[in-house]
């Protein structure tokens, strides 16, 4: 199995900033990219930022410029720095990793979901 566990949500007030944590652990054996995702009330989840195995980084537009994610790929982690947050960034975010797990001694390519955290940002 393979888990994924976020920390760092919060209430905050617009402007402020908040650091997502997501650690990856279990029977994953290599990660390509790692990533986040949220979920608004009543929207669909959308992606907020990746981050691939070899260093490149993609950001919904929305988020560009306020946001940064960087990983620490030895130790599994990737984190997504949150400045400038307005009420609009109110959603539940999501750690996702894609990459390789073992079972029963064979390799599988899987998706892999945390199970999110809530940032809600007043105005």
């Known amino acids: 199995q393979v888990q994924l566990v976020e920390s760092g949500g919060g209430l905050v007030q617009a402007g402020g900033s908040l650091r997502l944590s997501c650690a990856a652990s279990?029977?994953?054996?290599?990660?390509?990219?790692m990533g986040w995702h949220r979920q608004a009330p009543g929207k669909q989840r959308e992606l907020v930022a990746v981050a691939t195995s070899g260093g490149s980084t993609n950001y919904a537009d929305s988020v560009k410029g306020r946001f940064t994610i960087f990983r620490d790929n030895a130790k599994k982690l990737v984190y997504l720095q949150m400045n400038s947050l307005k009420p609009e960034d109110t959603a539940v975010y999501y750690c996702?990793?894609?990459?390789?797990?073992?079972?029963?001694?064979?390799?599988?390519?899987?998706?892999?979901w945390g199970q999110g955290t809530q940032v809600s940002v007043s105005s």
């Open positions: 279990g029977s994953i054996s290599s990660i390509n990219s």
């Open positions: 996702n990793a894609e990459g390789v797990h073992s079972s029963y001694g064979y390799l599988y390519r899987g998706t892999y």
